[in-house]
């Protein structure tokens, strides 16, 4: 049961502001409140991977099968590095809030806070794949309530219905894998995957992670981007890409490892394109949330599933600092520039071990896109931290501590992640590749401020080529004109039926039902020939 005491307590402290909040006490109370949940349970997850709590079950029914069916959660190598950064998120949110408790804000947003990393924590520690299902249950439909509830025209309302579905059809993977463990005998745990299964868990990753569609419209208002916004839109990604890990190192793909890593590197390029091309960091944070997955889902094309933890701590952590980062006073700006030079990949750097994998040689021509995308991530991270901070703002002396102190807790705890899981975060790594992308991802930036806005009042022409060919590849690569035939495709069934419908409970219904079953009568007495 301890290893559930962290989700208990957010949940606790979310229902006991939720509660205090009605009588109306002061706004910094409230988030004192919040703040100290949020410490508590990032210390509660830390100590867990040197205290080790044992694994947690709950029996719910008999399902056929020797053993009954089990909630169960453990906090494992491949689900506490998930569990820290998401504890990480967010205590970072709650100090970082600090610097906005002057403006109007509601404590509804620090108990959502609270409760949303509750369900992603329940979804990483899951034990096995009904657990699972039922956290990205839960977790979608936090998230559906929020964008939906945020959402002002049909087209978003769509878009978003369409986003949702596909995350259904990665639900409906996990269970088409758990059907076969299950038709061989095996326990529904990730310890008895089998490889020629493990494929369908991949796919649930691919869709869960909303690489179709590419962008999902969020909301506009400041407390949701930042806050709330952030800790949503990490939750679903971080609770599906603990599953990457799980998976066992030789998955059976029948011969299309090929095709699935040019796939992954198509997505993983396009999306840093967009991500380095974005007006700001948070336009751009489905791009940088879908080629990191890709990232990682190629680490485990290449035969090293346990890695792809690298690409998603450098995500939420990482990827915290940035999406966070509000202020801008001249000194504060090195801190996301010290986290987007942490991702470079250097030897005994956090991310070194991502090259030992994507750069050995021989060197295939999709683990080289791979490669190009992770520079082009470094490069839109460095570009997007170079627009901060250039309009000093007042803070009181002790949000010139606070707030900084939540930036730092997600950049020195991908730092620790070297002292703490050494195996995964201190390697040599590959020198010339993570130097080669480190130049292309600064040269790159320099370029952009010393001739950017002069090519595009010189050349304009060329600004114009650039855009319209962009969004032809938008368009083409987020399939949306799939969506639309499909859409197009239920549109003509449902007239059908709804004709169907009409004709039998209109006036001659009995009469047309008579002549069906004469038709279908016919049809069975000549056994099924016409």
Do not use: C
């Not at 490669?371 to 009181?396: C, M, S």
Request: glycine share 8%.
């Amino acid at each position: 049961m301890l290893v559930l005491l962290p989700v208990l307590l957010l949940f606790l402290f979310a229902l006991a502001i939720l509660v205090w909040s009605q009588f109306r006490p002061s706004i910094s109370y409230l988030w004192l409140a919040a703040a100290g949940g949020s410490i508590l349970a990032w210390g509660l997850v830390l100590g867990a991977h040197w205290f080790n709590p044992d694994p947690f079950a709950l029996p719910v029914w008999q399902t056929g099968l020797e053993a009954p069916f089990e909630l169960a959660w453990e906090l494992d190598e491949f689900s506490w590095p998930y569990a820290f950064a998401l504890s990480s998120l967010l205590l970072a949110v709650m100090l970082t809030e600090s610097a906005r408790l002057q403006e109007p804000a509601t404590p509804l947003l620090w108990v959502g806070s609270l409760a949303v990393n509750g369900a992603a924590l329940l979804g990483v520690m899951a034990n096995n794949p009904i657990t699972m299902i039922l956290a990205w249950t839960a977790i979608d439909l936090m998230e559906g309530w929020v964008v939906f509830s945020n959402a002002r025209s049909a087209q978003k309302i769509e878009r978003v219905a369409t986003a949702f579905i596909v995350r259904v059809f990665g639900t409906l993977m996990v269970i088409w894998s758990m059907s076969y463990s299950a038709s061989r005998g095996a326990e529904l745990d990730f310890a008895n995957i089998f490889p020629d299964s493990a494929i369908f868990l991949l796919i649930a990753v691919g869709l869960r992670m909303g690489v179709i569609p590419l962008h999902v419209p969020f909301t506009e208002e400041l407390e949701v981007r930042r806050g709330l916004g952030t800790l949503i839109r990490f939750a679903s990604p971080a609770s599906s890409l603990v599953l990457l890990g799980h998976l066992p190192v030789s998955i059976q793909l029948a011969g299309s490892t090929p095709l699935l890593l040019s796939l992954a590197a198509i997505t993983a390029l396009y999306a840093a394109i967009m991500w380095a091309s974005a007006n700001d960091a948070i336009s751009g944070r489905p791009f940088w949330l879908i080629s990191m997955a890709s990232v990682a889902v190629s680490l485990v094309l290449n035969g090293s599933p346990q890695q792809s933890v690298i690409p998603g701590m450098t995500l939420v952590l990482l990827g915290g600092v940035i999406f966070l980062f509000t202020q801008r006073r001249q000194w504060m700006v090195y801190l996301p520039l010290a986290a987007g030079l942490s991702m470079a990949g250097l030897p005994f750097t956090p991310a070194a071990g991502l090259y030992e994998i994507l750069a050995a040689r021989p060197l295939s021509l999709a683990n080289g896109l791979i490669l190009l995308a992770y520079a082009l991530l470094l490069f839109g991270y460095l570009r997007h931290t170079r627009k901060l901070g250039r309009e000093p703002e007042i803070l009181e002396r002790w949000l010139v501590v606070v707030y900084p102190a939540g930036l730092l807790v997600l950049i020195l705890g991908f730092w620790a992640l070297m002292l703490i899981l050494p195996a995964s975060f201190f390697t040599a790594g590959v020198w010339w590749a993570a130097a080669m992308g480190l130049g292309l991802a600064v040269g790159g930036v320099v370029l952009q401020e010393r001739y950017g806005a002069t090519l595009a009042q010189r050349s304009p022409w060329v600004v114009a080529v650039l855009r319209r060919a962009g969004r032809f590849s938008a368009d083409l690569l987020r399939l949306d004109w799939v969506y639309r035939i499909g859409n197009w495709v239920f549109r003509v069934i449902q007239r059908i039926l709804q004709f169907g419908v009409t004709m039998l409970e209109g006036d001659g219904g009995v009469l047309w039902a008579m002549v069906l079953l004469v038709l279908l009568v016919s049809f069975l007495y000549r056994g099924g020939t016409p």
